[in-house]
């Protein structure tokens, strides 16, 4: 519904925006025990990011994710 979407917290200034607002980035996280034997635990997560408009510029997500569409739009 409009006007009551959740307000979820940007990661990097903490400002409180609604969700459809919000620029979403995943990021890959990788841990790993770093042993080279059979006992070597690895463990791949993909975790959304949520960032405010003006953070998202800031760090260029917002113009490489607007890039990334009209790329998209040109193949099809």
């Known amino acids: 519904m409009r006007g009551r979407d959740t307000l979820v917290v940007c990661e990097s ?17 990788k841990f790993s025990t770093d042993l ?12 959304k990011i949520l960032y405010c408009i003006s953070c998202a510029k800031h760090r260029g997500i917002f113009e ?7 790329e998209r739009s040109k193949r099809f």
Request: contains cysteine.
């Open 64 to 70: 490489k994710k607007k890039r990334q569409a009209i």
């Open 13 to 29: 200034c903490g400002r409180k925006v609604p969700r459809n607002k919000a620029v979403i980035d995943e990021k890959a996280i």
């Open 36 to 47: 080279k034997t059979a006992n070597d635990v690895r463990f791949f997560e993909r975790r």
